[in-house]
C-alpha cells in the first residue's frame, strides 16, 4: 500500500499562490505516476494534473482550466509531489487529493485525505 498525505490548503485571495504538497510512503516512489485531483462543493471530483516518469524524462498533464497557471513538480529523493498554483481564481476553491498510480495501470488506487484550499473574490 501507498500512503499519501497532502499539505498546504488554505484561504488565500483572488489572485494569490499556494504550494500544495505530498508526502508518499510505503512503495518504490518512481515506480507510480502521480496526480492531483480536486472536488468542488456541489461538483464532482475533476482531474487537475499528473506527471508521469519516462525513460526520456517526465510528462506532464494538466486540466484546460489550470493550464498556464498550475505547475506539477515532483521530488524523487524525497517522495514528494507539489502543485504550484498561480493566480488563483474562486472558482478553483475546493478540496485538492493527491493520488498515484502503478505505472502501466488505468486507476488511481492510492489517495490522500485531501486539502482544502479556498480562493475569495
Known amino acids: 500500500q501507498v500512503q499519501l498525505v497532502e499539505s498546504g490548503g488554505g484561504l488565500v485571495q483572488a489572485g494569490g499562490s499556494l504550494r500544495l504538497s505530498c508526502a508518499a510512503s510505503?512503495?518504490?516512489?518512481?515506480?507510480?505516476?502521480m496526480a492531483w485531483f480536486r472536488q468542488a462543493p456541489g461538483k464532482e471530483r475533476e482531474f487537475v494534473s499528473d506527471?508521469?516518469?519516462?525513460?526520456?524524462?517526465?510528462?506532464?498533464d494538466y486540466a484546460d482550466s489550470v493550464k498556464g497557471r498550475f505547475f506539477i513538480s515532483r521530488d524523487n529523493a524525497n517522495n514528494m509531489v507539489y502543485l504550484q498554483m498561480n493566480s488563483l481564481k474562486p472558482e478553483d476553491t475546493a478540496v485538492y487529493y493527491c493520488?498515484?498510480?502503478?505505472?502501466?495501470?488505468?486507476?488511481?488506487?492510492?489517495w490522500g485525505q485531501g486539502t482544502q484550499v479556498t480562493v475569495s473574490s
Open positions: 493520488a498515484a498510480r502503478r505505472n502501466g495501470v488505468s486507476s488511481y488506487g492510492y
Open positions: 510505503g512503495r518504490t516512489f518512481s515506480n507510480y505516476v
Open positions: 506527471h508521469i516518469l519516462l525513460s526520456i524524462g517526465a510528462r506532464t
